[in-house]
């Protein structure tokens, strides 16, 4: 079913709708203008947000599962103790959300999505992909994200600190930079610069890849007397 209010008094309606009724299923919200919306305790199980506008919306203790938001703008949105299980954001703006209050262990996805700002705190996001999105100045601070995956995510100037990193993914992201000393690393995939601006921070020098490949050969000449 397709909710897509083409005036005034059909928002009216549906908001009223969304207030009134506890559980949806099996729907799409298209084109819709909710900046502010406040709901609580409601459940949305496979349904669709498309296109639509949640600004400073507020989720208290709802219920998503396998829901999807597609090009959704949903900035300083809130989510206290909301259940999210199998939830996907794509092309979607999720600027400056704080998801430290959701309920433990949400089962997320993110691709193509704008996520400066953020901050994620004291969550389970294993297996968790956030993938070619912008997550520039935002926060991971103790999350377990073993086995999560940042391919192609912009995290410049994002701060990790004390994440257990196991089999992390970050081989194809940009702009990471970690600190191992606050992070629990085991197995984790960095890009080269990572790994190279690791080694400097530690007084080591990285020499430039053509000169590696001509080290073993400068290594057998005699030095001149």
């Known amino acids: 079913?397709?909710?897509?209010?083409?005036?005034?008094?059909?928002?009216?309606?549906?908001?009223?709708?969304?207030?009134?009724?506890e559980g949806f299923e099996?729907?799409?919200?298209?084109d819709l203008e909710l900046q502010g919306l406040e709901l609580n305790q409601k459940e949305f199980y496979r349904c669709t947000f498309e296109r639509s506008q949640f600004q400073e919306s507020?989720?208290?203790?709802c219920k998503f599962e396998e829901c999807t938001w597609k090009g959704c703008?949903?900035?300083?949105?809130?989510?206290?103790?909301?259940?999210?299980r199998g939830v996907r954001f794509e092309g979607s703006k999720l600027m400056g959300i704080d998801w430290s209050s959701v309920s433990a262990n949400p089962e997320l996805t993110f691709e193509g999505c704008v996520l400066r700002y953020a901050s994620f705190v004291g969550l389970s996001l294993r297996k968790t992909d956030v993938l070619r999105c912008t997550a520039q100045e935002a926060n991971f601070f103790d999350l377990d994200l073993t086995d999560a995956d940042f391919e192609g995510t912009d995290l410049t100037g994002s701060n990790f600190r004390g994440c257990i990193l196991t089999r992390t993914d970050f081989s194809l992201a940009v702009g990471l930079v970690l600190d191992p000393s606050r992070n629990r690393l085991k197995d984790t995939q960095v890009p080269l610069s990572?790994?190279?601006s690791l080694?400097?921070?530690?007084?080591?020098r990285v020499p430039a890849l053509g000169d590696v490949a001509g080290a073993p050969a400068s290594r057998g000449r005699k030095k001149k007397r």
């Open 199 to 204: 080694a400097e921070s530690m007084g080591m």
């Open 26 to 30: 099996n729907e799409t919200f298209t």
């Open 73 to 84: 703008d949903l900035t300083r949105a809130r989510f206290p103790q909301a259940a999210l």
């Open 1 to 21: 079913m397709d909710m897509e209010p083409r005036d005034r008094a059909g928002r009216e309606g549906l908001v009223r709708r969304l207030e009134r009724e």
């Open 58 to 61: 507020q989720w208290r203790q």
């Open 194 to 196: 990572t790994a190279v």
